[in-house]
Structures are given as C-alpha cells and as structure tokens.
C-alpha cells in the first residue's frame, strides 16, 4: 500500500506546538481524505489490530494508562461518560428529626448530599419520583449527634451516618389510628426484606467512604437528629453523583531535536527547561543534548522561545496516543469505573440501532 | 427520529434525543471511516434542549442503514477497548504480584 509522504504523515498523526499556537490539532476523519494520493484512510481495521493499552499506575481509588492507537473522539467520549453518566449512590433526601446546631437545614442537607459513599451502584435500580422507596433503591443513613451541656463544643463527622439495613426508623403520621393496631406501623420507606441480607452488603456494610468528614459543628446543648435517603442517579444531573473526583487525558508530547545541539547551546537547552526533559551526552565531539524524558514536558515551550530555538526543538503531541487518568471517589474502583463507561458507550449504540429497526 | 425523503433514502438527518457531544462525536468518527459515507456532521440546534441532529450522506446505500452498521461498528470497538483494557490490567496486577513475592524472598 502506498505510503503518505512524510510531510503529510506529519500533519495527519502530530499535534505540531509552535510558538503562536499549536497546528493540525483536528484529527482526519474521512475515508476518502487521502484518495488522490491512493491512500486509504479507513483505519477501522488498522483499530483492532493496533490499539493497545498500557497500565502505569493502580491504586486503590487512581489509575493512570496509556491508550494508544485511539481517536480523540472515542477517548472523549469514555472522559465525558465517566464524568457525567456512570451512576452511583448519593443521599438525596433528608429528613430532619431535630437540627439546633448553627448549621441550616438545608445547608447540612446540601453537605450530606455531597458525602462519598463506598457501595456499588449495580445492586440498585434508579428510583423515580413515583416509586415507593424500597430496599431495591433506597439506602438509609441514620445520625443522631449530641452535645452535652458540660462537653466541649466538637465536630459531627460523617462516620457517625450509620447505615439502617431495615429501612427508616421515623414513622409516618397516621390520620386513621384504629388500623396501625393491626398491621406494622409505616415508616418512610417500605422495605419487604433487610438488605444486610443480601451477600454482597452482609460481609460488606455500607458506609461514608471517608470517616473524617466534617458535617457540622455542634455547641454544648445542641442535637442533630436526621435520617438520610441515598437514591441512585448520575453525574449529569448533579456532580454529588459523579463517581470520578477527575477523569482526564493528554495526549503524549514528542520533543524531537531536529539538529545536533553541543556544548553552551545544549547546557543553555537544559537550563531553559523547567520540567528536566533534557540530558547532556558525553560524546568524543564534545556535549552533546538528548532528549530523554518527553513524558515529562508540559509544552510551556520555554526551549523553543528566543532567536532560532525553534529550528533546534520541535514540540509535537502525539494524537492517537492518550495518558488517562481516573481518580475514583469510592464508590467503585477506577478499573471497574472505565469498563463500565465504555458499556455505557455500547448501550447508548444499542439503543440507536433498536429505534432504527 | 429520521428525516429524510423516500425518494433518496441515501441522505438523511436523525433526530437523537437524550443524547449530546458523547455519541454524536463518536458516531461521526465512525460514520467518516465509513467509505459509503460521503458526509457525516451533527450539530446540537440549542444547548438547554438534550438533542442531537446527526447527518449521514452516502454514496447510495441507504443511510439509515449505514448509520445502524457505525452503531455495530462503534460497539465493536468498545467490546474491543474493553477486552484489551481488562488484559491490560490483569497483566500488570498479575506483574505487580509476582513482584511483590520477589521482595519478600
């Protein structure tokens, strides 16, 4: 197959950064674009033979990869899902007992929205406003914090959310009193079985990802009394849903160095440098700059400014090459966070394919 | 959903709701790698409306068709990222292990 001439391949796989601004940043879709020069640019093939993903870092709630051989359009789409469409358990509703703390209603309500919880969405179904809150797809936190008239005054921290496997505790306000004698008197919820019952959660209880989050602040004589409802839902429609704190990429920089640099010129290159991508080599000629590190340069295209420098560096960035980030809130590990958004891609395929047939 | 005319089926634009940037910048590259497509763009007509308008124009294939076939293909890839993914992390949890066993010897 005939190759594209070197100038051409350049622009199609390099994000060129000048001094001004960076050049041939859109990436080249169409087939057809190189068809007069008889070269095929249909690269779905080429996709599965190629792409390849390498894992950098895993922690327990970050992971850093190397995608490559990929579109920014598809890398795009996993960051965007990942951001506003996975979904996860967030309190959503909050019944307020007593609250004589400083602390508003719905200020403490807004804070307790916003608390990370460790447990896996998947067990649950969305709840929607006409659904009875069940074990299905509620989850209920209870707090109760007191300050005692002789203690200090002191935090309420989100350890002391304590999760009810049984369902609310506050019961309903009922107008008829002749039939709660009979039946079990209604709570809020309407839970038919306890979901500590359930394998996943019964070795596994649910609780705040972190312990130390502060809530409010209570004084001496002052009670906080609340029960917490957790609903499944996604980011889209409210950031305390997005399972990701951040879930970024760049693509990997290139630092070619077009011509030999020796001696004063190439210790003045690694001087100019403020991530350290630069080396000097010892070579019989004298000094000698190597560019070992690309991975590291921020393109502040400090080495290209000045008098000439840009006919000595060229700074690229790779466009199919991708370095991913995800850092998890808790809610599920960032492995499982990345395979459930690209199944989300899939699902939103599905859908388009079954409305057209 | 479609708008197009019966006359030629081998253009025409699709309504997406619910649906933004995510799908419809991915359909497009798909759609582009596409060699029966002669143009594919979408546009979002206002910000505040979850809408997506998709065009697909062929060289003579019908387009609904077409852009059903850069769904499958689009799902291909996926399952593809997906598998490549979970090796990726099964090999370098399984390196890191073996590693950790070399330290404590």
Same mark, same amino acid.
């Given at each position: 197959?005939?190759?594209?001439?070197?100038?051409?391949?350049?622009? #199609?796989?390099?994000?060129?950064?000048?001094?001004?601004?960076?050049?041939?940043?859109?990436?080249?879709?169409?087939?057809? &674009?190189?068809?007069?020069?008889?070269?095929?640019?249909?690269?779905?093939?080429?996709?599965?033979?190629?792409?390849?993903?390498?894992?950098?870092?895993?922690?327990?709630?970050?992971?850093?990869?190397?995608? %490559?051989?990929?579109?920014?359009?598809?890398?795009?789409?996993?960051?965007?899902?990942?951001?506003?469409?996975?979904?996860?358990?967030?309190?959503?509703?909050?019944?307020?007992?007593?609250?004589?703390?400083?602390?508003?209603?719905?200020?403490?309500?807004?804070?307790?929205?916003?608390?990370?919880?460790?447990?896996?969405?998947?067990?649950?179904?969305?709840?929607?406003?006409?659904?009875?809150?069940?074990?299905?797809?509620?989850?209920?936190?209870?707090?109760?914090?007191?300050?005692?008239?002789?203690?200090?005054?002191?935090?309420?921290?989100?350890?002391?959310?304590?999760?009810?496997?049984?369902?609310?505790?506050?019961?309903?306000?009922?107008?008829?009193?002749?039939?709660?004698?009979?039946?079990?008197?209604?709570?809020?919820?309407?839970?038919?079985?306890?979901?500590? +019952?359930?394998?996943?959660?019964?070795?596994?209880? %649910?609780?705040?990802?972190?312990?130390?989050?502060?809530?409010?602040?209570?004084?001496?004589?002052?009670?906080?009394?609340?029960? &917490?409802? &957790?609903?499944?839902?996604?980011?889209?429609?409210?950031?305390?849903?997005?399972?990701?704190?951040?879930?970024?990429?760049?693509?990997?920089?290139?630092?070619?160095?077009?011509?030999?640099?020796?001696?004063? +010129?190439?210790?003045?290159?690694?001087?100019?440098?403020? &991530?350290?991508?630069?080396?000097?080599?010892?070579?019989?000629?004298?000094?000698?700059?190597?560019?070992?590190?690309?991975?590291?340069?921020?393109?502040?295209?400090?080495?290209? #400014?000045?008098?000439?420098?840009?006919?000595?560096?060229?700074? #690229?960035?790779?466009?199919?090459?991708? %370095?991913?980030?995800?850092?998890?809130?808790?809610?599920?590990?960032?492995?499982?966070?990345?395979?459930?958004?690209?199944?989300?891609?899939?699902?939103?395929?599905?859908?388009?394919?079954?409305?057209?047939? | 959903?479609? *708008? !197009?005319?019966?006359?030629?089926?081998?253009?025409?634009?699709?309504?997406?709701?619910?649906?933004? *940037?995510?799908?419809?910048?991915?359909?497009?590259?798909?759609?582009?790698?596409?060699?029966?497509?002669?143009?594919?763009?979408?546009?979002?007509? *206002?910000?505040?409306?979850?809408?997506?308008?998709?065009?697909?124009?062929?060289?003579?294939?019908?387009? !609904?068709?077409?852009?059903?076939? !850069?769904?499958?293909?689009?799902?291909?890839?996926?399952? *593809?990222?997906?598998?490549?993914?979970?090796?990726?992390?099964?090999?370098?949890?399984?390196?890191?292990?073996?590693?950790?066993?070399?330290?404590?010897?």
């Amino acid at each position: 197959m005939p190759k594209l001439p070197d100038h051409l391949e350049l622009k #199609r796989t390099r994000v060129s950064c000048k001094l001004d601004a960076p050049n041939d940043t859109e990436s080249i879709l169409y087939s057809g &674009a190189y068809a007069s020069m008889d070269v095929d640019n249909s690269s779905l093939e080429s996709f599965f033979k190629d792409f390849k993903v390498v894992v950098n870092r895993i922690t327990e709630d970050e992971i850093e990869f190397d995608m %490559i051989g990929i579109d920014a359009a598809l890398a795009n789409a996993f960051r965007r899902i990942l951001i506003s469409e996975v979904p996860t358990m967030a309190i959503e509703k909050v019944f307020i007992e007593k609250n004589t703390s400083v602390v508003q209603d719905e200020v403490l309500a807004h804070r307790l929205g916003l608390v990370p919880l460790r447990v896996d969405p998947r067990l649950f179904s969305y709840k929607s406003e006409k659904d009875e809150p069940n074990e299905k797809n509620t989850i209920v936190f209870g707090l109760h914090a007191r300050c005692e008239q002789k203690e200090p005054r002191r935090s309420v921290k989100s350890e002391e959310l304590s999760w009810l496997p049984k369902g609310s505790m506050f019961l309903l306000e009922i107008e008829n009193k002749a039939s709660s004698s009979t039946t079990a008197p209604k709570t809020y919820t309407n839970f038919k079985s306890s979901q500590d +019952e359930l394998p996943e959660l019964s070795d596994n209880p %649910i609780h705040p990802k972190y312990p130390d989050i502060t809530l409010a602040r209570i004084g001496p004589g002052q009670e906080i009394e609340l029960e &917490a409802h &957790a609903v499944k839902g996604v980011g889209k429609e409210h950031a305390k849903w997005s399972p990701v704190a951040t879930a970024w990429y760049r693509m990997l920089p290139e630092v070619v160095l077009l011509q030999d640099i020796i001696n004063e +010129e190439a210790e003045k290159l690694v001087q100019k440098c403020p &991530a350290n991508v630069f080396d000097i080599e010892d070579t019989p000629t004298g000094k000698k700059a190597t560019a070992p590190r690309p991975r590291s340069c921020t393109l502040c295209r400090e080495c290209i #400014r000045g008098e000439g420098w840009d006919k000595y560096v060229a700074l #690229r960035r790779k466009k199919d090459h991708f %370095i991913f980030t995800v850092e998890s809130t808790g809610a599920l590990s960032p492995e499982v966070l990345f395979t459930e958004a690209v199944k989300i891609l899939e699902d939103k395929c599905e859908r388009i394919i079954t409305e057209l047939s | 959903m479609e *708008h !197009g005319s019966y006359q030629n089926p081998s253009a025409s634009t699709f309504s997406i709701t619910e649906e933004d *940037h995510t799908l419809a910048n991915s359909l497009r590259l798909v759609l582009n790698k596409d060699p029966r497509v002669s143009f594919c763009g979408y546009s979002i007509p *206002h910000p505040s409306e979850a809408r997506v308008n998709v065009r697909v124009q062929t060289t003579g294939d019908p387009a !609904g068709e077409v852009l059903k076939d !850069g769904c499958q293909n689009l799902i291909n890839m996926c399952e *593809h990222v997906r598998k490549t993914f979970d090796d990726a992390v099964d090999k370098f949890k399984n390196s890191k292990a073996t590693d950790s066993m070399d330290d404590s010897q």
